[in-house]
Each structure stands twice: as C-alpha cells, then as structure tokens.
C-alpha cells in the first residue's frame, strides 16, 4: 500500500476517534449535567420540604405552648373557684350554726333552758329568829310559772298526812329573771335548838326540781347546807357552810 494511503487512513481513523471521544465526552457532561441537576432539585426540594417542616413544628410548638398557659390559667381559675366554693361552704356552715345557736337561744329563752329556782333565807334578825324568803334563779335564762312548795320537816308528820296539808305552804312566784329576785313579805320563824330543815318543790315552765335546805345555828350564826336536784336525782347545785356540824353529805340530806 502506497505511503500515503496508509497516512490518508490514519487521518481518517484519528478523526474518527476524536469524534468518538468528544461523543463521549459530551454524554457523559449531559449525564453528569442532568445528575447535578437532579442533585440539586433534591438538595432544594429537602431544603424546602425542611422549612416546611420546621415551619410546621415551630406552629406546633407555640400551640403546644398556647395549649399549656390556657391549661395553666384554667387551673388557676378552677382553683379560685374551689376556694370561692370552699368560702360559700363555710360561711354557709356558719351561718347554719348562728340560726341554730340563736334559735336555740330564743327556744332556751321561752321555756327557762337549764335555770332552776333556789330559795334562800335572808335579812336574818340580829336575835336569829327570823328571817324573809328569797327566791332567785341559777342560770342565764327567766322561769316563769314557778310555784313553790315548802315542806319544814321540823313540823311535818307523814302518818297523818291530808290533801289540805299537800296544798299548805304553797307560793306561786310567777317569773323571775336571772338578775332579780323574789322577797317573801313574811317573816319566816327560825328554830335554834331544831334548826332549819326545809324541803322546797319547785315546778316552773321547765319541769321540777327539789331543794334541800338545813340550817343550824353554831356560836351565834346560822350556818346553811343546801342541795338542788332534778327529780331524777341529778345534783344541779350544792353548798355546805365549812361551819357545818356535820361532814356526811347522806346525813345531812337524809
């Protein structure tokens, strides 16, 4: 082959193979072209799918922290309320306990509550021999209705008791207030050898009670053992003079 054929055809393939090379070449930046393309609508897409998403959680945090200062502010109300409902309980409470105090008051007021009558023997003559009756009442509340039945043991004989002797000695005081006092305007006898041996039966608007009244006159004074009780045998008032000759309570009150 002649020496410029070979040349012509060597030309020919150097040629061919530029050509095949820049087709190569230019393949291969389009795939890479298209790779970074898409690398980078990827790298986008994720920066914009991000914000979205850090958009949407940051709108989630503040109504996450919304939800929290409303939940703290209605427990703060609920707790005011249940203060407020714990106020109005008591007052409530209270106000039932002054209406049942004062109505028991005024219930204490109509019917005497828990006074009793008591008799006393005062304004004793100098000589000893004599003295008025005194009534009073123990306790904060008036009695009205009171009678009074006087029994002197001194004089009494039950063997030949009557009807008429049970109707004898019998005062009606009416009402007395705590601070007053009823003043007998006769004079009642005193025995100095004897003594005082009374029994007194009160009956008022708030039931009965009994008096026990001995008196004994001790170097020229007269010393004073008493007792009041129910008629069930409850003591409500006791007082015995230190003079007292006798110490025995069940004697002296036999």
Not at 103 to 111: A, F, G, M, P, Q
Not at 213 to 226: D, G, H
């Amino acid at each position: 082959m002649k020496p410029m054929t070979v040349i012509f055809i060597g030309a020919i393939i150097a040629v061919v193979g530029g050509l095949i090379s820049a087709i190569g070449t230019l393949k291969h930046n389009k795939n890479s072209s298209e790779k970074s393309t898409r690398i980078e609508k990827g790298v986008n897409l994720g920066l914009d799918l991000g914000q979205t998403t850090n958009s949407e959680v940051l709108q989630i945090k503040e109504q996450n922290n919304n939800l929290a200062q409303e939940a703290i502010l209605l427990k703060d109300k609920i707790e005011k309320q249940e203060n407020k409902i714990d106020e109005l309980r008591k007052e409530n409470t209270d106000l039932y306990s002054k209406l049942a105090d004062a109505s028991k008051e005024i219930h204490n007021n109509l019917t005497g509550g828990d006074s009793y009558c008591r008799m006393d023997i005062g304004s004793i003559n100098p000589a000893g021999n004599e003295g008025y009756l005194v009534f009073f009442v123990e306790g904060k509340y008036p009695l009205s209705s009171i009678q009074a039945r006087i029994v002197d043991l001194n004089s009494f004989d039950a063997t030949s008791l009557t009807m008429e002797d049970l109707s004898k000695n019998v005062m009606n005081i009416g009402t007395l207030e705590p601070d007053k006092a009823f003043v007998t305007n006769k004079k009642f006898l005193l025995d100095k050898n004897a003594g005082v041996n009374l029994n007194v039966f009160f009956v008022a608007n708030n039931g009965f009670v009994n008096q026990l009244i001995r008196m004994r006159f001790i170097n020229n004074v007269w010393v004073t053992a008493t007792r009041i009780s129910t008629m069930e045998g409850k003591i409500l008032f006791e007082d015995i003079n230190p003079n007292y000759p006798e110490k025995d309570t069940n004697i002296i009150f036999k």
